[in-house]
């Protein structure tokens, strides 16, 4: 009996030592908190400077802000510990490079990389293949060029298909790649607010057929042009456009945006935009400006009238030419008149010279000269 109660014993302690390791991988993190119900973990404002090992393999949304991680290396997040992480904040911790695979996932949906410093951000970041993701974040953490480039490749290169949800806003963003949106047919927010956007030329929003939402305020842009809002118009889903808080250019070129927005329903607040230049226009609302404001009867077009001049300087100067000419046909026999009368007195004074040549060359006839003054 003795030797059946410790044998009962050592299975009772085995099986608990068992249970324990078991349960060990589900355990919370140092300096996180963890909620299994809610399938969350957060570890925030802790000065980490990597991932940690050891997060619960149930975990679906995975807060991890406010630290000190500088550089997310492949497989950061292992996808066989964490096949369920689906929602993940990586904001504000002073992280600078994002390399080849550390998102790769095959749950991931939502990734916020806002407030970082980025100078480096790898285009096979959410993996080569296809990516689940849906939303990506990415305000005030694309002050580097070469992220901004390298973001456009990523988008292009179709890994974020899926992407419904884009925010590149507080970046300070002057310009955009060409072709940036082009490989995103899900997407149906996009927000590019609060940059220094002064144009969109060379931005194409086609194939962007989901588009619902497009925040371009707070921004530098002085008037949309003609291929912009023609690619407007073709997006049938898109219904909600901010341009508040922009440095409109109330000239001529602006005449069909102001027929634009008079004649549609995208633009929300539209009876808010004002004019910022020039000074006689300051503060005028453009669904108020009319052809008269503008003085746009002629178009501006410098070649032209730069060809317009030329050819009125050549009528001109035809018409002097043809003028001189006249006056030199009706003035015709005084002009033959005065130049017999100028051949007539150069001819006279051409044989006075040759006269006293002849004297002076012979000596005789100049002896007789002196001889007879005497």
Not at 84 to 95: E, K, P, R, V, Y
Not at 109 to 114: A, E, G, M, T
Not at 250 to 279: F, M, R
Request: glycine share 8%.
């Amino acid at each position: 009996m003795p030797g059946r109660g410790a044998l009962c014993l050592g299975l009772l302690l085995h099986v608990l030592l068992g249970c324990g390791s078991a349960q060990q991988p589900d355990s919370c993190p140092d300096f996180c908190k963890c909620s299994e119900p809610a399938r969350t973990v957060k570890c925030v404002n802790r000065n980490l400077t990597a991932v940690p090992p050891d997060l619960p393999p149930y975990v679906r949304n995975l807060f991890l802000t406010g630290n000190r991680l500088a550089r997310l290396p492949p497989g950061a997040f292992p996808a066989q510990r964490l096949p369920d992480l689906s929602a993940l904040n990586l904001s504000g911790n002073h992280l600078r490079a994002v390399e080849a695979g550390a998102l790769a996932l095959p749950a991931l949906r939502q990734v916020d990389l806002s407030g970082n410093p980025l100078v480096s951000l790898s285009p096979q970041a959410f993996g080569e293949g296809g990516s689940p993701l849906e939303e990506l974040a990415l305000r005030g953490a694309l002050r580097d060029h070469g992220v901004l480039l390298s973001l456009a490749t990523m988008l292009q290169s179709g890994v974020l298909r899926n992407l419904s949800r884009l925010e590149l806003a507080d970046n300070g963003l002057l310009l955009l790649p060409p072709g940036m949106f082009t490989a995103l047919p899900a997407l149906q927010q996009l927000d590019l607010s609060n940059n220094s956007l002064v144009g969109l030329r060379n931005v194409s929003f086609q194939g962007l057929s989901q588009l619902q939402s497009l925040n371009l305020s707070d921004n530098s842009l002085g008037v949309l042009r003609n291929g912009t809002l023609a690619q407007f118009r073709g997006l049938p889903a898109l219904r909600r456009i901010s341009l508040g808080r922009n440095a409109w250019v109330c000239d001529c070129a602006i005449e069909d945006q102001v027929a634009w927005l008079k004649e549609s329903d995208q633009v929300e607040g539209k009876e808010a935009l004002t004019c910022a230049y020039p000074d006689k226009m300051l503060g005028k609302a453009l669904l108020k400006i009319n052809s008269l404001d503008l003085n746009c009867s002629m178009p501006i077009d410098l070649p032209s009238q730069l060809q317009t001049s030329y050819v009125f300087l050549g009528i001109v100067l035809a018409l002097i030419g043809a003028i001189f000419l006249l006056v030199l046909y009706l003035n015709r026999k005084g002009i033959k008149k005065w130049m017999h009368n100028i051949r007539d007195a150069c001819r006279d004074h051409m044989e006075g010279y040759h006269y006293r040549y002849e004297i002076n060359a012979d000596p005789r006839l100049t002896n007789l000269s002196s001889n007879s003054d005497v």
